[in-house]
T-cell receptor
């Protein structure tokens, strides 16, 4: 069974640009959530999508947005990038009836 | 707001030297407590779910236990390949889709 796939794995952007990250969940998993991981803040919840609807949102500014498609694939977008957005962005999928998350390997974003 | 605190921040053990990692939590209504392992440059890997106080789960050299305020991850006779960062997370019933993570314990096992 294929795991969670995230693309791209690495990317470098400059301040003010925008970025889109993609996530393909495990087959059959309809819930997809996104987390930001930094050395100083640890793993912080961004948002969760289920059946194309955002069900939960963390405490991040509106520059961070996401969406989910009918095949459960998800994208997250960060607009007007700031230096502090440099982080590992992790996508995770799960079965709705269980809580355990299955993570992808992440997209490492560097903002210069 | 849910909170998770892990200690110690870092732990260095000799191969075969058993120890425990601590995860203290506050949550309005615990839906589940989760342990993950994260290797450098990779996403966290699920290890255990604990649902209620008194519950225990085991996997190879790892054993997770749960009380009403904390969870322990016991590592028995660790090997160098157990070196990783171990993360604890909680979910509550009001926000089932959101996991709140601790900052992790980085374990180094020397041969």
């Amino acid at each position: 069974k294929a795991g969670v796939t995230q693309t791209p794995r690495y990317l470098i952007k400059t301040r003010g640009q925008q970025v889109t990250l993609s996530c393909s969940p495990i087959s059959g998993h309809r819930s997809v959530s996104w987390y930001q991981q930094t050395p100083g803040q640890g793993l912080q919840f961004l948002f969760e999508y289920f059946s194309e609807t955002q069900r939960n949102k963390g405490n991040f500014p509106g520059r961070f947005s996401g969406r989910q498609f009918s095949n459960s694939r998800s994208e997250m977008n960060v607009s007007t990038l700031e230096l502090g957005d440099s982080a590992l962005y992790l996508c995770a999928s799960r079965l709705p009836e269980t809580g355990e998350l299955f993570f992808g390997e992440g997209s490492r974003l560097t903002v210069l | 707001e849910d909170q998770v605190t892990q200690s110690p921040e870092a732990l260095r053990l000799q191969e075969g030297e058993s120890s425990s990692l601590n995860c203290s939590y506050t949550v309005s209504g615990l839906r589940g407590l989760f342990w993950y392992r994260q290797d450098p440059g990779k996403g966290p890997e699920f290890l255990f779910t604990l649902y209620s106080a008194g519950e225990e789960k085991e996997k190879e050299r790892l054993k997770a236990t749960l009380t009403k305020k904390e969870s322990f991850l016991h590592i028995t006779a660790p090997k160098p390949e157990d070196s990783a960062t171990y993360l604890c997370a909680v979910q509550d019933y009001t926000n089932a889709g959101k996991s709140t993570f601790g900052d992790g314990t980085t374990l180094t096992v020397k041969p």
